[in-house]
């Protein structure tokens, strides 16, 4: 039975040949894992994919100290180690084999201009072209493989947010519930947040992606809630905001406000719909109660291998919706002299089309 890598990698094949590229050289850390099951970090150091379609294999070139954990998890058997003092575009001649490669497909957003030259300087003449497009669009599809790691991401994060809520207290601080979330993480089974968390109470729950920090948690604020669990590879994404005591009725008219744009936003996913409809349907409910000024962001993202990826959900976008799909919903209100509010839910739409919403963590005002 072919695995998910050799099947991924055997359409990037077929895709090399259709668009006569000679080799492609993936560099960026996602997209190796995507293709491989490697994970690794490399900072600095030089990493990447060779695809090469003079050879039936592909190889890797991988930075020394990874090199038993790349024997451990990829599925490229073929593996290169550079130790600190190599020069890796000296081990990727060498692998290559020649001094001309015709037309070298990369990925444009991720490979630098350093990068480039180097490239440049090894093979004369060499013709670049952008693969990052084709490996996007594959990304955008997930699998029923990746579908399990997201579901597990997301309900470790539902454990972690529930069992966070319970410590909350009048005189905390911000910074001191995002380390006890943070290692919630790590108890409930998550292998790392999926970035940075953003836990923001009072007036500073108005910054979209604000900071924790010494801030205490007060009566009558708002407090927001934004972090995602990273899990066997995947990432998951959930926003929700708490009023801690009673709160004033223009706190409650802003939440519900939200609640209503979130649901909505949700009912307007469907395949084949443009994406920015569903920006439009959330942003037209904000603003017809008058707080369209105070919504000044997109309303969603594409989640996956990275927390933000592909498609992003604004009102422009033109791309339609498709079966095998996962992203964000999150409309918000953020108001400096009061607060904000964000409600995110991550969604899936089903190969056969029905809509799915992962996050089941409830969306009604609680009052802690």
Same mark, same amino acid.
């Given at each position: 039975?072919?695995?998910?890598?050799?099947?991924?990698?055997?359409?990037?094949?077929?895709?090399?040949?259709?668009?006569?590229?000679?080799?492609?050289?993936?560099?960026?850390?996602?997209?190796?894992?995507?293709?491989?099951?490697?994970?690794?970090?490399?900072?600095?150091?030089?990493?990447?994919?060779?695809?090469?379609?003079?050879?039936?294999?592909?190889?890797?070139?991988?930075?020394?100290?990874?090199?038993?954990?790349?024997?451990?998890?990829?599925?490229?058997?073929?593996?290169?180690?550079?130790?600190?003092?190599?020069?890796?575009?000296?081990?990727?001649?060498?692998?290559?084999?020649?001094?001309?490669?015709?037309?070298?497909?990369?990925?444009?957003?991720?490979?630098?201009?350093?990068?480039?030259?180097?490239?440049?300087?090894?093979?004369?003449?060499?013709?670049?072209?952008?693969?990052?497009?084709?490996?996007?669009?594959?990304?955008?599809?997930?699998?029923?493989?990746?579908?399990?790691?997201?579901?597990?991401?997301?309900?470790?994060?539902?454990?972690?947010?529930?069992?966070?809520?319970?410590?909350?207290?009048?005189?905390?601080?911000?910074?001191?519930?995002?380390?006890?979330?943070?290692?919630?993480?790590?108890?409930?089974?998550?292998?790392?947040?999926?970035?940075?968390?953003?836990?923001?109470?009072?007036?500073?729950?108005?910054?979209?992606?604000?900071?924790?920090?010494?801030?205490?948690?007060?009566?009558?604020?708002?407090?927001?809630?934004?972090?995602?669990?990273?899990?066997?590879?995947?990432?998951?994404?959930?926003?929700?905001?708490?009023?801690?005591?009673?709160?004033?009725?223009?706190?409650?008219?802003?939440?519900?406000?939200?609640?209503?744009?979130?649901?909505?936003?949700?009912?307007?996913?469907?395949?084949?719909?443009?994406?920015?409809?569903?920006?439009?349907?959330?942003?037209?409910?904000?603003?017809?109660?008058?707080? *369209?000024? #105070?919504?000044?962001?997109?309303? @969603?993202?594409? +989640?996956?291998? &990275? !927390?933000?990826?592909? $498609? %992003?959900?604004?009102?422009?976008?033109?791309?339609?919706?498709?079966?095998?799909?996962?992203?964000?919903?999150?409309? *918000?209100? #953020?108001?400096?002299?009061?607060? @904000?509010?964000? +409600?995110?839910? &991550? !969604?899936?739409?089903? $190969? %056969?089309?029905?809509?799915?919403?992962?996050?089941?963590?409830?969306?009604?005002?609680?009052?802690?």
């Amino acid at each position: 039975m072919s695995s998910i890598y050799e099947l991924r990698l055997h359409k990037l094949r077929d895709y090399l040949e259709k668009k006569q590229i000679d080799i492609a050289l993936i560099t960026n850390p996602t997209n190796i894992y995507f293709f491989t099951g490697f994970h690794s970090n490399p900072h600095e150091r030089f990493m990447a994919l060779i695809v090469d379609m003079g050879s039936a294999r592909e190889s890797m070139i991988v930075p020394g100290l990874d090199l038993e954990a790349a024997q451990q998890q990829s599925f490229v058997r073929d593996l290169i180690p550079c130790s600190d003092s190599e020069n890796p575009y000296a081990l990727l001649k060498d692998k290559v084999g020649r001094t001309r490669i015709g037309t070298l497909g990369l990925e444009k957003k991720a490979i630098s201009l350093h990068r480039v030259e180097q490239l440049q300087a090894l093979f004369p003449d060499l013709h670049c072209t952008d693969i990052e497009p084709f490996i996007i669009q594959e990304r955008l599809i997930k699998s029923e493989e990746d579908l399990v790691s997201i579901r597990r991401a997301v309900d470790i994060a539902e454990k972690v947010l529930e069992s966070t809520v319970q410590k909350v207290r009048v005189g905390m601080m911000e910074q001191e519930l995002a380390a006890e979330l943070e290692y919630k993480m790590r108890m409930f089974g998550g292998d790392k947040p999926a970035f940075e968390s953003i836990i923001l109470t009072g007036k500073r729950s108005s910054l979209p992606h604000g900071k924790p920090g010494a801030y205490s948690i007060q009566e009558n604020d708002f407090l927001l809630i934004d972090f995602g669990v990273y899990a066997g590879g995947f990432c998951s994404d959930i926003t929700r905001t708490f009023l801690i005591g009673e709160g004033t009725k223009e706190q409650e008219t802003i939440y519900e406000t939200v609640l209503t744009a979130n649901l909505a936003a949700i009912q307007a996913v469907a395949v084949g719909t443009p994406y920015g409809v569903i920006d439009q349907t959330g942003r037209g409910i904000i603003a017809a109660k008058g707080y *369209g000024a #105070y919504f000044n962001n997109r309303i @969603g993202h594409g +989640i996956g291998l &990275d !927390v933000h990826e592909d $498609p %992003s959900i604004n009102g422009e976008n033109e791309m339609l919706i498709e079966p095998g799909h996962v992203f964000t919903i999150e409309p *918000g209100i #953020y108001m400096p002299s009061l607060g @904000g509010v964000r +409600i995110e839910d &991550d !969604v899936y739409v089903q $190969p %056969s089309g029905k809509v799915e919403v992962l996050t089941h963590y409830p969306k009604q005002l609680r009052r802690l």
